[in-house]
């Protein structure tokens, strides 16, 4: 995988992030830097362990499945963008209150959005353990974007609000998918 595939597959991993983080900046009433900062240290920081912890499961069985690992990608990041996809368009069609949290910069509320968020980085993880890829300048690509996004995502959230945040994850979604597709064509076909 070179870099600018790395780079977009750590764009579409944090598009979850990004919404999230944007809907922080809606909700947050008064956002501060330091708001901001914690909010994209926390995503980051899980955005970057997940895909260790996936990359540790899928050495673990990569002697099983290195000889289907364009498959094995193919299905994972399809299957993680369609999930993006499917929830996005959830969310568009139920439009409800997401302001509910009074303060919702607080580290337990963090620490949740910043692991729900960061599930799909794991099975990505698994994603480039078959596929030989360094995991550490992986794992440090997807955090640093992850914190560049969400920094940025909680600062749109406060000016524009949600008019960005479901769009970020059918954007982040679609990416995943030709990501998989790419590398399944790449090993399957060239």
Known sequence: MDFITLALLA????ADAFAVSVTNGMCGGKVTKRHAFYTAF????FQALMPVL????????SDIVSRYQHWIALFLLGAIGVNMLVEAMKDWRNTLEVCSTKNIFTPRNLIIQGIATSIDALAAGVSIAVLNINIFSAALLIGAITFLCCTIGV?????????????????GGLVLILIGLKIFIENQFL
């Open 11 to 14: 764009l579409g991993l944090s």
């Open 42 to 45: 926390t995503f980051g920081f």
């Open 54 to 61: 996936g990359f540790t499961l899928g050495r673990t069985f």
């Open 155 to 171: 600062y749109i959230g406060k000016k524009f609000g949600s008019l960005l945040g479901l769009r970020a994850r059918l954007v």
